[in-house]
């Protein structure tokens, strides 16, 4: 079983290392394990995202000079990710609660979208309601309604098979998914500091 580290104890160390921000020390490699979508949703600073399904594939990406904390939503898939590496000889220690812990106890998250919402459980919601909405029309109104549901799970079953999901593409093109734009202050908004007069 891999060594933990609580949010308490990692947010004093970027603390220490950077300030307020929070920003990862050089001694540690911060590796999110989560998809991209939840990535962008709010991480870490200084976290790096690589998968947990890609993780085999980049252990060169990894640096084992560094100490690796791993990091998830809760701490689950880290502790996978984690058992997976020492399989391969690679140490790492797993943020105890993840990113919902460190959020938590204080801790700044980056968000490169302007949802909270990992594409991921929007897919989960978005087909959830219609095979609900699905079986009440089937229920309420006619039984022909039950197609609704059954399409859903033809099309989750086909995603699953071949990691092609139209409803979540068709979600990641929606104004909320979009990436937020940094915007400049208008240059006649910045205003000179005068020094004081003593």
């Known amino acids: 079983m891999a060594a933990m580290i609580s949010s308490q104890e990692l947010k ?3 603390s220490s290392n950077s300030g307020a921000c929070g920003v990862a020390p050089p001694a540690l490699q911060l590796v999110d394990v989560r998809s991209p979508s939840e990535f962008a949703a709010g991480h870490i600073p200084g976290a790096e995202n690589i998968p947990m399904d ?5 252990i060169r990406d990894l640096r084992p000079s ?14 996978a990710t984690a058992d997976l590496l020492q399989a391969h000889g690679v140490e790492a220690i797993v943020l105890q609660g993840g990113t919902h812990a460190w959020a938590s106890c204080g801790g700044w998250l980056i968000s490169n979208v302007k949802t909270t919402w990992s594409l991921e459980r929007q897919v989960r919601l978005g087909a959830g309601m219609l095979v609900v909405v699905g079986c009440s029309l089937a229920v309420l109104e006619h039984p022909a309604w039950l ?14 098979l071949t990691d092609i999901c139209a409803m979540a593409s068709l979600l990641a093109r929606m104004p909320w998914n979009q990436p ?15 020094a004081e007069r003593s």
């Open 54 to 58: 890609e993780i085999s594939g980049r």
């Open 66 to 79: 560094q100490t690796i904390v791993l990091i998830c939503q809760r701490g689950s898939r880290a502790m």
């Open 147 to 160: 197609a609704l549901p059954a399409f859903v799970g033809l099309g989750l079953a086909f995603a699953g």
């Open 180 to 194: 937020r734009k940094l915007a400049a202050p208008p240059p006649n908004r910045i205003r000179p500091v005068r």
């Open 12 to 14: 004093g160390l970027c």
